[in-house]
């Protein structure tokens, strides 16, 4: 029988190279001071239907369990975060830095890259929404990619405040504003014009489709005319220079005022990060600042974070030959060659394990050309043995394992020995 459809299982060696992975990128978030939270694997599914509109619905496990509640297995961690934090964080002392890390779902189309069961790896950032502390957010992201040993990533930079505001320019009220947005979002310049020209407004469709094709923050200035695309202008600017304070590569941060995330609660800042060499599924990071507390009937707080998708990420480090961290090696076989010295090899066995080496013991008496064999199909450091003469000198045989060689080791200094 085969993993569901869309699922995958990880052997040993992937296993080692997820870890080592996760380990890289807890590290960096450690050293930013962010703090770990945990959520359920499936939540009440108004939960998501109140965060992304009924739509969601086709694109996630929903089901009722056995008493009719209506729950889905979460397709992300944003809203299971900000419901956690409003239901019992609120009151922590501001900034607050939180990540996670844990298994999404969503009724995706299962393809490279693209998976039905995936990891998600995200931050929220709470109650600072200055542009020093956006640019901190975006330091992060990059520094993430650089500890994971990526060499191919840019990351693109954007403001709803300067879409919004030309979309209201060209007569689109903010609320007529989604389907558009849609369209920005998807690159569909042929939809997005037409919709404009059906408004009446083509200067602004002029100046939304020049902003597909600028890169630079300077290029973006004379584009942000009236008053709110050019407060949004500001806080771009401001953040661009606190990311170059924070000794961003800058070379591989692009502006892209076209990055409309579709979704309706994004205010402000948005950001996506992509590895050109992955085609369709490059995107391996996307965020924004935020505002949920409607969901939840509360009072706004600055919100903003990002999620990164940790299975792509895997893939983009294979793709540019990053070489994965590889299961452990075993330091010590151990082996008993007859029956009364199985007692005394165990333990030994155990002071090695206490002492932090990886140990594998023979559970039965073991010839030493088994034993060997053994320990060259593990890739064993050292191959341990004793029989009666080693038991009743109190010694060990030790066979090193790497150079060959083969020494006698007193059993009281094993552990300090080795
Ligand atoms: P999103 O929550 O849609 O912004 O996704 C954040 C990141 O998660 C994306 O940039 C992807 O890297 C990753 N991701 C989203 N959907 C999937 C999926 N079905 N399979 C694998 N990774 C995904």
Redo the contacts with the bound molecule.
Sequence with gaps: MQAPRGTRDFGPNEMAARRGLEERLRNVLRTYHYHEVATPAFEELELFLAKSGPGIRDEIYDFKDKSGRELALRP?LTAPTMRFYFANLKMEPKPLRLFYFGP?Y?Y?RPQA????E?W?LGIELLGDETPNAHAEVLRLALQLFEEAGLKNFVLRVGHLGILRALLEEAGVKRADQAPLMRYIDKKDLAALEKALQERGGEKAADTILRFFQLERLEELRPLAASPDAMTAFQHLESTWAALAALGADMTRVRIDPTIARGLEYYTGLVF?LDAPDLGA?K?????GAYDLSGVFNEQPIASMGF???F???LVALERTQVPPTTPGRVDVILGALVPEAWPEAARLAQILRKSGRVVELESQPVGIKKLLGRASQIRARHAVFLGTKELERKVVAVKDLDTGTQSEISAAELASKL
């Design positions: 992300e999404c969503r995706d890259g693209r998976y039905r995936f998600q996506e599924e995107q391996l990071l996307g965020g999620a990164l998708g299975d792509r990420t």
